[in-house]
């Protein structure tokens, strides 16, 4: 019965790795993996997977933002907010206990695997002829996800799959089937990158990439392969004059943002001062903006005279400490710093599964926030692949 429970865990991850890319469907596959899980941790009284050492800093950490009602304009926002990422750390707990195996988690790799190259697949079609298969015209230069013009859900994903091949490219234990099949999939990702416009992303593959083709047993071939990859690119942007204006931004980043992030910062930071401590509570930093803009700030996207909102402080550690001050980046440096523990000690490989966090929780990145439900949910996803990583590096799973 365990063996039947085990494989359909599995193929409602599958599912759920599809459902990424079909507009807000992934939340109900994830409440619906969770719901499975629960059920045999309770029938079972698996207990001790509740001592999971990141599970219970998230689970802390989501116990404070839910108590940030206490002092939030909007309580119901906050408290709904936090059951929301609560939900996504129970999904961390179902897929690292569900994917124990080496077997399994190389099953779960070839998944990702093929559905990468499909997406990619999608992609260059989309960028070569205006169309993906689907029909979806590509939006000003920047291609798009597969049933939407305007979402680029693959965008949040890639960097997270990068960590996922790149650490397996480094594996000495792979066949040479499955190195070619996540080299494949890894080049289309990185190909596909510059494509949608993402920036952020491209300043930390720069780090990881070289780091990855020097530790793959493949070495000369990697970087073999990352040469192909940087001219590639090259030759892809200059047929894109949105690709170019957008990285041209690279060099001035903040005369770039004048008048759309760096107002939001500035609003943020403001905030900050005034409650450093416990910031505005969860998913607040909506309801109190106009307090703390200035007319000075110039922006663009906050106008207390029409009512145009910035949703977030569209930055990580700004957000955080906007909405839950000092206390809340506490809880987030303790995670980061439990983390950094067990890649350095489980070695090379996981360092680099460890990637997709460092991109999340980067400073570079203006996109993923605790306080956005999507965005939140990929950042625990970046640790949910880690911890698949770090599973992958041990010989036995006790569990």
């Not at 469907?25 to 309770?42: E, H, N, P, R, T």
């Not at 179902?94 to 988690?105: D, F, M």
């Not at 416990?278 to 200035?294: A, I, L, M, P, Q």
Request: glycine share 6%; net charge positive; hydrophobic share 55%.
């Amino acid at each position: 019965m365990l063996y039947d429970k085990n494989k359909v865990m599995e193929y409602l991850l599958y599912l759920l790795s599809l459902s990424f890319f079909v507009g807000k469907s992934y939340k109900v596959v994830a409440g619906l993996v969770v719901i499975v899980f629960l059920i045999d941790v309770f029938k079972n009284k698996r207990w001790e997977i509740f001592k999971d050492q990141i599970f219970i800093i998230l689970a802390l950490w989501c116990i404070y933002l839910f108590c940030s009602a206490l002092w939030a304009e909007n309580y119901i926002r906050t408290m709904i907010g936090s059951l929301e990422v609560f939900l996504w750390c129970l999904l961390y707990l179902s897929v690292k206990y569900t994917l124990t195996t080496n077997e399994q988690i190389d099953r779960f790799l070839r998944v990702q695997s093929v559905l990468a190259i499909f997406i990619v697949f999608n992609i260059v079609t989309q960028f070569i002829f205006g169309f993906n298969i689907f029909g979806i015209p590509i939006q000003g230069a920047r291609v798009t996800d597969l049933f939407s013009g305007h979402d680029r859900m693959f965008s949040y994903i890639f960097p997270l799959w990068v960590a996922l091949f790149g650490a397996m490219l480094a594996s000495r234990e792979q066949t040479k089937k499955r190195y070619i099949l996540y080299a494949i999939a890894l080049f289309g990702i990185l190909l596909s990158i510059p494509l949608s416009g993402s920036r952020g992303a491209l300043l930390l593959l720069v780090l990881f990439l070289p780091l990855i083709a020097w530790v793959t047993p493949l070495r000369k071939w990697a970087f073999i392969v990352l040469g192909a990859l940087v001219v590639s690119s090259v030759l892809m942007v200059s047929t894109s004059s949105v690709l170019q204006a957008r990285l041209k931004t690279l060099a001035h980043p903040f005369e770039n943002q004048r008048h759309t992030r760096i107002p939001i910062w500035l609003t943020a930071i403001e905030m900050i001062k005034d409650n450093p401590i416990v910031g505005v509570g969860f998913k607040n930093f909506r309801e109190r903006e106009f307090e703390y803009y200035k007319d000075s700030f110039d922006s663009i996207e906050i106008n207390p005279k029409t009512g145009a909102k910035a949703s977030h402080a569209h930055n990580p550690w700004l957000d955080i400490l906007s909405e839950q001050g000092v206390i809340g980046a506490c809880f987030a440096l303790l995670l980061l710093f439990t983390i950094a523990k067990m890649a350095y000690k489980a070695g090379t490989i996981a360092f680099i599964g460890s990637m997709g966090v460092w991109y999340s929780f980067s400073i570079l990145n203006a996109g993923f926030v605790i306080s956005s439900g999507t965005w939140s949910f990929f950042m625990i996803l970046s640790i949910t692949f880690f911890s698949i990583i770090v599973n992958y590096t041990k010989s036995e799973y006790p569990i």
